[in-house]
């Protein structure tokens, strides 16, 4: 049920709404949330006539939720937990030194944020940092908006097509990732153009397309072009794929580290290597983000 925007809603309004709809019972909705019962019911009244939409029918033996009123209450539970994390956001921040929302491909970058944030608290121990695994478009989308500060993003190419400054952080190879049966898992590297007659699993350019690219390119470097079975979201949804024998990859070597049972993988004798980078909104970065970009350095 979409939601207008009203002026006469407030929090309480969600909180009183949500202790009639836990308890269906209004005396005892109204002894929990310490109001008087006849306040309670009024505020009720007041947020359906907001709304325009009666969420609870009542009788003289009980009260139930309407369709409407379901559908509110899972609104009105989401928007109270957002605005207590904001209370608590707000109140670290104020007893810290600041804070930093900081992306991250866990992927590609599971083994350097944790080296990196431990350097970071040594030079800043104030500053609050909350984490987002988040892919690399969303990464960016974040950073334009102003909801992430930093993101360890990946590949170049995420960040040059947003405009983001970047900073080179490491670089990662690739290998090959085959169904353990596989003739090409009984040799110690594989050529990459050994796999050409086999279907390849690929991350989705929508959400990766610095990934995609660097295996498009790899495979032409080999002289064929990749019959692609199937795109995908997530590094560990190719690997299941894989270990279905649904085809083979080229991924990132750090995805080494995701459980892989049915799975070998090897190294190519050619193997594509491509730059991870941090980025960041143009412009000179402040602290507390251009302390976080010093650890780098």
Same mark, same amino acid.
């Given at each position: 049920?979409?939601?207008?925007?009203?002026?006469?809603?407030?929090?309480?309004?969600?909180?009183?709404?949500?202790?009639?709809?836990?308890?269906?019972?209004?005396?005892?909705?109204?002894?929990?949330?310490?109001?008087?019962?006849?306040?309670?019911?009024?505020?009720?009244?007041?947020?359906?006539?907001?709304?325009?939409?009666?969420?609870?029918?009542?009788?003289?033996?009980?009260?139930? *939720?309407?369709?409407?009123?379901?559908?509110?209450? #899972?609104?009105?539970?989401?928007?109270?937990?957002?605005?207590?994390?904001?209370?608590?956001?707000?109140?670290?921040?104020?007893?810290?030194?600041? @804070?930093?929302?900081?992306?991250?491909? +866990?992927?590609?970058?599971?083994?350097?944020?944790?080296?990196?944030?431990?350097?970071?608290?040594?030079?800043?121990?104030?500053?609050?940092?909350?984490?987002?695994?988040?892919?690399?478009?969303?990464?960016?989308?974040?950073?334009?908006? $102003?909801?992430?500060?930093?993101?360890?993003?990946?590949?170049?190419?995420?960040?040059?097509? #947003?405009?983001?400054?970047?900073?080179?952080?490491?670089?990662?190879?690739?290998?090959?990732? *085959?169904?353990?049966?596989?003739?090409?898992?009984?040799?110690?590297? &594989?050529?990459?153009?050994? %796999? #050409?007659?086999?279907?390849?699993? $690929?991350?989705?350019?929508?959400?990766? !397309?610095?990934?995609?690219?660097?295996?498009?390119?790899?495979?032409?470097?080999?002289?064929?072009?990749?019959?692609?079975?199937?795109?995908?979201?997530?590094?560990?949804?190719? *690997?299941?794929? &894989?270990?279905?024998?649904?085809?083979?990859?080229?991924? !990132?070597?750090?995805?080494?580290?995701?459980? @892989?049972?049915?799975?070998?993988?090897? !190294?190519?004798?050619?193997?594509?290597?491509?730059?991870?980078?941090?980025? +960041?909104?143009?412009?000179?970065?402040?602290?507390?983000?251009?302390?976080? %970009?010093?650890?780098?350095?």
């Amino acid at each position: 049920m979409p939601l207008r925007h009203s002026a006469g809603m407030e929090l309480r309004h969600l909180r009183y709404f949500v202790g009639v709809a836990s308890e269906l019972n209004f005396t005892r909705a109204a002894r929990n949330l310490r109001v008087a019962q006849p306040a309670l019911s009024r505020q009720i009244r007041q947020l359906e006539d907001e709304l325009g939409v009666e969420l609870l029918e009542r009788s003289q033996h009980r009260v139930r *939720l309407t369709e409407a009123g379901k559908a509110f209450l #899972a609104e009105a539970c989401a928007l109270l937990k957002q605005s207590e994390q904001a209370v608590r956001v707000a109140r670290q921040t104020g007893r810290t030194g600041g @804070h930093l929302n900081v992306g991250y491909v +866990w992927g590609l970058f599971h083994s350097l944020v944790p080296r990196v944030l431990e350097r970071f608290r040594q030079r800043s121990p104030e500053t609050a940092v909350h984490l987002f695994d988040l892919p690399p478009l969303e990464q960016a989308q974040a950073l334009i908006e $102003g909801r992430l500060d930093a993101g360890f993003i990946g590949f170049a190419h995420e960040a040059d097509s #947003a405009g983001l400054n970047k900073r080179k952080v490491g670089a990662c190879s690739f290998v090959a990732a *085959l169904p353990k049966d596989h003739p090409a898992a009984r040799k110690a590297v &594989v050529s990459l153009a050994s %796999l #050409a007659d086999d279907f390849f699993l $690929g991350i989705s350019d929508q959400t990766y !397309p610095g990934a995609s690219r660097q295996v498009l390119k790899a495979c032409e470097q080999a002289g064929f072009r990749p019959k692609i079975l199937q795109m995908v979201e997530r590094g560990y949804t190719i *690997l299941g794929l &894989v270990a279905g024998k649904c085809g083979v990859a080229l991924l !990132p070597e750090s995805l080494k580290g995701l459980p @892989h049972p049915g799975i070998i993988f090897r !190294p190519l004798a050619k193997p594509p290597v491509a730059d991870l980078f941090v980025c +960041w909104r143009a412009g000179a970065p402040q602290p507390p983000l251009a302390d976080l %970009l010093a650890v780098l350095e």
